[in-house]
DNA sequence: ACTAGATATATCACGGTGTTATGTAGTTGG
DNA sequence: CCAACTACATAACACCGTGATATATCTAGT
């Protein structure tokens, strides 16, 4: 039924040189803020190598810092920079934009079947994230007001 | 507002070792018929050499066949092997099951909602591909396809 | 028919992204 | 203290993507 539906987003593509995996990781470092290396590699579903290979790309891009973990030596404490807070600010909005363009060439009443599925959609991605409400509100500096 | 939610697919994943460029390579084969290898790279977003390399795992895996066009002495026709047909129905299988199974965490309500939604991710999905509607014809049989 | 230009694919060099296996340093508990 | 565990890094390898370019073929103007 949905089957392929969920592709969507795969042909939603934002200018930017930033993987799936990169641009999913900054939005997490968004959404919860300073993360371990393999707590963002299990949210991410990659390996921790993958990880640490993505995270030292985003550093050296000026995307992350990485800082020791006062509570742990062994572990390292992921977090954005300013560089990095504004790259998901940016492409929060390219992608919000895109799916507007796209979602204005439907017709009002498959928008309003979509508005109304809002609720089920998000729970759907819950569900897929399997852990705590993945918080898309970009809490960092504005904030976004949304729109039917 | 559908921004990061359309990115359920992207958590959905079928033990598989294809990629994701792979595995829609495949279904578009099995939906379009035999292909050329710059139609499959224009489809899928991908460079021509990007594809040529694709189409070549994939026939070392015995997935796909490259047979020369009849019509067109520098075109090479891409199409399934009955293990790649096979593949894709598999798939398709592994990954309506995953949805459900997701699914029916939902309350009948958001369930409802999301089944009235359908046509509008449908035709999202449409858009998204700005190309003639995707057939998702269920049933991995023989494909023909109209020639321009 | 010849030939210039367009087209379809392949190849090359290169870098990002992922894997598993393994190493190293820090933590933990008997 | 020391063995086991944990967090991260590294190595070796394959895949996936890019742009630049080569080769063969098709197309059209002359």
């Known amino acids: 039924m949905l ?5 969507v987003g795969r042909r939603i593509d934002i200018g930017s040189s930033l993987s799936r995996t990169a641009a999913y990781t900054l939005a997490t470092l968004d959404a ?17 190598p993958a990880m640490t290979g993505l995270v030292q790309r985003l550093q050296a891009s000026g995307h ?17 920079t300013d560089a990095g807070r504004a790259l998901v600010a940016e492409r929060r909005l390219a992608y919000a934009d895109a799916v507007a363009r796209l ?12 508005q109304q599925a809002l609720p089920a959609l ?11 409400p993945m918080v898309t509100t970009t809490r960092s500096t504005h904030h976004r007001k949304e729109s039917a």
Chains 1, 2 share one sequence.
């Open 3 to 7: 089957d392929a539906l969920l592709s």
């Open 32 to 48: 919860l803020g300073p993360s371990r290396v393999t707590d963002l590699a299990e949210r991410e579903a990659v390996s921790q």
């Open 64 to 80: 992350v810092r990485r800082d020791a973990d006062p509570a742990d030596g062994r572990s390292v404490l992921v977090g954005l």
């Open 103 to 114: 979602v204005d060439r439907l017709d009002a009443d498959e928008q309003q079947a979509l």
């Open 122 to 132: 998000r729970r759907l991605t819950e569900l897929a994230y399997e852990v705590q």
